[in-house]
C-alpha cells in the first residue's frame, strides 16, 4: 500500500511556541491531504482538508490563524501549530488521497505535548 | 448527532471467543472503510467496500457492506491478542465529496 510520513513523531514544546509537523507521501501525489486530531481512546477529528495549491478548507471550530496548513506540493503538506498552549496537545494525524482513488492513507500521527 | 454509530464501544473478550463490530447509518456512503489502529500509531486501512451487500474477507476478519450502503459490520473469528487495537470505521457520503466521515471506534481488547 501506499505510504505516508509524518516529521516528528514526537514534539514537547513550551507554551507560546509554534511548533510545524510534516506529512509526506512517499510512493504517491497526493492531490488532497487531511489533517485530524485525536484524543486518548477517541476516533479521529478531521480539522481541515487542503488541495495542492490553493487554501485549505477548515471545519467548523478550527481557527485558521492557529493551525496553518500548506500544501505546497503533491507530496508535502504542513501543519503550524502557533502559538501553542497546553489545551493544543493532543495527537495529529495526517492522510493523504491520490488521484483518482477513494483510498486515504495515513501517517503514523505525531504526538504534541505543550508544557 | 454522530453521522456513523459505531457499536460497542468497548470489547473486551477472551482469546479464541468470536466478535462483530457495527457501524449504522442513516446516510448512504458511495464506500466504507474500516482502519484497525494501535497506540501511538496512525490508523491502518483493513478493508474498503463500495458495492451494497458485498462481502470480504480478510483471513479471520470478514466485512460486510449493507444492502442499502448505510451500514456495516465486521465480524472476528477466534479472536487473538495481537487483534487488540482500536477499530474505526469510515464512510464516504455521496454528497459529502472527499470528506471521509469517522465512527466513534471501537476499542477491543483480547486477552489471553
Known amino acids: 500500500g501506499a505510504v505516508v510520513s509524518q516529521h516528528p513523531s514526537r514534539v514537547i514544546c513550551k507554551s507560546g511556541t509554534s511548533v510545524k509537523i510534516e506529512c509526506r507521501s512517499l510512493d504517491f501525489q497526493a492531490t488532497t491531504m487531511f489533517w485530524y486530531r485525536q484524543f486518548p481512546k477517541q476516533s479521529l477529528m478531521l480539522m481541515a482538508t487542503s488541495n495542492e495549491g490553493s487554501k485549505a478548507t477548515y471545519e467548523q471550530g478550527v481557527e485558521k490563524d492557529k493551525f496553518l496548513i500548506n500544501h505546497a506540493s503533491l507530496t508535502l503538506s504542513t501543519l503550524t501549530v502557533t502559538s501553542a498552549h497546553p489545551e493544543d496537545s493532543s495527537f495529529y494525524i495526517c492522510?493523504?488521497?491520490?488521484?483518482?482513488?477513494?483510498?486515504?492513507?495515513f501517517g503514523p500521527g505525531t504526538r504534541l505535548t505543550v508544557l | 448527532t454522530q453521522l456513523l454509530e459505531q457499536s460497542p464501544q468497548f470489547l473486551s473478550i477472551q482469546e479464541g471467543e468470536n466478535l462483530t463490530v457495527y457501524c449504522n447509518s442513516s446516510s448512504v456512503f458511495s464506500s466504507l472503510q474500516w482502519y484497525r489502529q494501535e497506540p501511538g500509531e496512525g490508523p491502518v486501512l483493513l478493508v474498503t467496500v463500495v458495492t451494497g451487500g458485498e462481502v470480504k474477507k480478510l483471513k479471520r476478519l470478514t466485512f460486510q457492506f449493507g444492502d442499502a450502503r448505510k451500514d456495516s459490520s465486521l465480524h472476528i473469528t477466534a479472536a487473538q491478542p495481537g487483534d487488540t487495537g482500536l477499530y474505526l470505521c469510515?464512510?464516504?457520503?455521496?454528497?459529502?465529496?472527499?470528506?471521509?466521515?469517522f465512527g466513534e471506534g471501537t476499542q477491543l481488547t483480547v486477552n489471553p
Open positions: 469510515a464512510g464516504r457520503r455521496t454528497t459529502s465529496g472527499s470528506r471521509l466521515t
Open positions: 492522510s493523504a488521497r491520490g488521484v483518482d482513488t477513494d483510498t486515504q492513507y
